[in-house]
């Protein structure tokens, strides 16, 4: 049977309040990023996720490895942890499902950028062109 999961953590990212959708269906995360502005309250919330969830543009997949939860002994969990905080990484799985959707939206951005450019320079050259030829045309 398929298992999804979703989850809404709401943070304060300076200036503003953030809310973080994630939602994890067969061993994949994906990610949507909304921001609140002032701090919102529960019924805020709840309101805001009822009138707007399918609105919600989530980005793209990432895979991720969900963990059965093992009892651990205290200390070994101690040491992981110390670990985990020395091999520090960016951001966790959200952020980094985030940051992926922002680099291809960058992507996406600059190609669409550049063929409007040489598009432009392409007009731009005929547009020369054609005054050249009307230029000489009485000769």
């Not at 205290?74 to 680099?103: C, D, F, M, W, Y």
Request: proline share 3%; glycine share 6%; charged share 40%.
């Amino acid at each position: 049977m398929d298992k999804v999961c979703e989850t809404l953590q709401v943070l304060f990212e300076d200036p503003f309040w953030i809310g973080v959708f994630e939602r994890r269906q067969e061993g994949k995360l994906s990610v949507c990023k909304v921001t609140f502005g002032a701090e919102p309250k529960d019924y805020e919330v709840e309101n805001f996720v009822l009138s707007n969830y399918y609105n919600l543009r989530f980005g793209p997949t990432v895979a991720f490895e969900s963990k059965e939860k093992e009892k651990l002994n205290p200390k070994r969990r101690q040491r992981e942890v110390k670990k985990q905080l020395k091999n520090a990484s960016i951001g966790t799985k959200s952020q980094q499902a985030i940051k992926l959707g922002h680099e291809e939206a960058k992507l996406e951005r600059k190609l669409v950028s550049k063929t409007r450019l040489e598009e432009e320079k392409a007009l731009q050259f005929a547009l020369k062109q054609q005054k050249k030829k009307e230029k000489h045309k009485g000769r």
